[in-house]
């Protein structure tokens, strides 16, 4: 079964002249030309759109899309993998409509708010089994006692800073500096104070492997290149500066 490239486009919100600009950067090439000119799509690249939509949805660019397409030729773990992140943005979503709810209830009953009521799903306890599997029980523990420990505006004003870091690592990258230059090293010296009140310790291969994490998932912050830049940075920084 095939659609041509108008039913795609209104069956999933877009534009025909998004799809073709799709094809003609090799995102979503069509499954044929018919001798009319027109595109068709078949099953498997509706299946690919999904992702696309999907990937773009987590704001992802069409470069670091391409490359996560590219590193993932199996769709079904990759629209598994695509769900897990749905289930848990639709979960932190949930948390903060009825955050909202019960503050505007309060307000106008005129009820005592409550801090952890109003920024309910306003947190990072959504990287709760994440950050266990990945580094123990402890280090999430410390992490989350540290978070919770800070007001509002400081938790605001804390990951203002990993966006802040994020935006120069890609600046730095556009300037065609290198990982090892001096003001790229001092980025990565950046995320390393940002990282230690929340970690006992920030060892060289903690601190290697968290660059390679952000290569790895899009969701923390770094998109495509700009996260292989900072993971190359950030390695040069560990080996330099840090023990195991």
Do not use: C
């Not at 069409?62 to 695509?82: F, N």
């Not at 949930?94 to 109003?118: F, H, P, S, Y």
């Amino acid at each position: 079964m095939e659609w041509s490239i108008q039913d795609i486009a209104r069956s999933a919100g877009t534009t025909s002249r998004t799809l073709r600009h799709y094809g003609a950067v090799g995102l979503l090439e069509p499954s044929r030309i018919g001798s009319n000119g027109y595109r068709y799509y078949d099953e498997q690249a509706l299946v690919r759109l999904q992702r696309i939509l999907l990937l773009r949805e987590l704001g992802l660019g069409l470069p670091a899309i391409a490359e996560v397409l590219d590193g993932q030729r199996d769709s079904a773990a990759a629209l598994e993998t695509h769900l897990e992140l749905l289930e848990q943005e639709r979960r932190r979503i949930g948390r903060q409509i009825d955050a909202v709810r019960t503050t505007l209830r309060k307000l106008k009953g005129g009820e005592q708010l409550m801090a952890e009521e109003v920024f309910d799903g306003f947190d990072h306890t959504q990287y709760e089994e994440e950050v266990t599997r990945r580094w123990g029980a402890d280090a999430y523990r410390r992490g989350n006692e540290w978070w919770n420990s800070m007001s509002a505006e400081q938790k605001q004003a804390h990951q203002q800073e990993q966006r802040d870091i994020a935006a120069a690592f890609g600046a730095a990258r556009e300037a065609g500096q290198a990982p090892d230059d001096a003001e790229v090293q001092a980025i990565a010296r950046r995320l390393h104070e940002w990282l230690r009140p929340a970690v006992a310790s920030v060892s060289r291969g903690y601190f290697a492997g968290l660059g390679q994490l952000y290569v790895d998932e899009p969701r923390y912050g770094f998109e495509g290149r700009t996260a292989e830049f900072a993971r190359d940075a950030m390695k040069i920084y560990a080996e330099r500066n840090l023990s195991d």
